[in-house]
């Protein structure tokens, strides 16, 4: 079988993907029109065309806007619908599906709008694709610590369905520790814990992710290369890093995509990684990621299945259930 072909037919799981990343312009535009809502774009390829980033916060300022379509349930339910189709149109078997409350709680939406909405989803795919999926609630970093202690509150009817808490949003600046008194309290309710770190901002983030924040995986992290004995603190202890090369390449990480480290850390022993990030607007799923590292990196056959292995070694499922897909 081809490369590409295996890309395509292997079981895979995805670990970093937000699912207000995952609105597609198709979708932002019939949400916009269902509620009378007037877009700054003229039409669906206008939407396409304005994702030209420079750097995370150009990439942050059309996301949060873009969201404000979602509305009600059933928008949630679409949004989280139409991932769970292509996870199983890319044989995405398994996804940790990161959201942002608080980004939809500021506009008056509030949890008991979009948890049932992304749960009706996940339940269905779960009983039709046999899609299975855990939810990780992302703090967003650029506000203040106690606005994250107030959703940890709001999401108490929802802990049950919430495996894990997150940080994301603008990363220079905001430094993990910011968040130590929050996470604290996520980790003593039983959260699993992961982290943005080392994206954009220095490798002494993911240091403080790992010492401060305790958490369980670093999200991106691929500044660790800038500092050696980071890199082998990460192989040592088989920290998964959930990449996003084609995020880096639209964030302007790297300049291009032949630059991308995420293979020199494969074999440099590291726990990478592949996901999409947000792949609406980075113009690539979790397929077209791999097809990248293939193109532009020369991805051998090896290292991709290494790759697929990593992201369920790296994932919260069971290490029983995970036994059976590695
Ligand atoms: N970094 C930080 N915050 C985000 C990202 C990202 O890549 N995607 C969505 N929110
Ligand atoms: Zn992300």
């Not at 009600?72 to 199983?88: G, I, P, R, V, W």
């Not at 302007?252 to 990478?272: E, P, S």
């Not at 790759?307 to 590695?326: D, Q, W, Y």
Request: hydrophobic share 45%.
């Amino acid at each position: 079988m081809s490369l590409s072909g295996l890309i395509r037919a292997l079981p895979k799981a995805e670990l970093h993907l937000h699912i207000e990343g995952t609105l597609t312009p198709e979708r932002m535009w019939s949400l916009a029109q269902r509620h009378g809502i007037t877009l700054p774009y003229e039409s669906v390829d206008a939407i396409t065309d304005a994702y030209q980033f420079s750097d995370l916060q150009s990439f942050l300022d059309l996301y949060y806007q873009g969201a404000d379509v979602l509305r009600d349930e059933q928008d949630f339910y679409l949004l989280m619908q139409d991932y769970l189709a292509s996870c199983n149109a890319q044989n995405i078997v398994h996804a940790e599906i990161m959201f942002d409350p608080q980004t939809h709680t500021k506009r008056g939406v509030g949890f008991d709008v979009f948890m049932p909405g992304f749960l009706k989803a996940l339940e269905e795919a779960k009983q039709m694709w046999g899609i299975t999926s855990t939810l990780i609630m992302c703090f967003l970093r650029d506000l203040p610590e106690s606005d994250a202690f107030d959703t940890l509150a709001q999401a108490e009817p929802w802990y049950e369905h919430i495996t894990a808490v997150g940080l994301d949003s603008a990363e220079v600046g905001n430094p993990p520790e910011k968040f130590t008194d929050v996470f604290a309290q996520a980790r003593a309710r039983g959260f699993k814990c992961v982290a943005h770190a080392g994206e954009e901002g220095p490798p002494e983030y993911i240091v403080q992710a790992l010492d401060v924040l305790h958490v369980n995986r670093i999200d991106h992290g691929v500044k660790c290369e800038l500092a050696p004995a980071l890199m082998a603190r990460l192989r040592d202890k088989q920290i998964a890093l959930t990449v996003c090369p084609q995020s880096n390449l639209k964030l302007c990480v790297i300049d291009d995509m032949a630059q991308h480290n995420i293979l020199r850390l494969l074999d440099a022993g590291l726990l990478v990684t592949v996901n999409a990030d947000d792949p609406s607007y980075f113009d690539g799923d979790l397929v077209a990621n791999f097809m990248a590292l293939e193109r532009e990196l020369g991805m051998t056959a090896a290292q991709l299945r290494q790759l697929v292995i990593n992201g369920f070694t790296g994932s919260f499922l069971p290490e029983a259930v995970k036994a059976r897909h590695i």
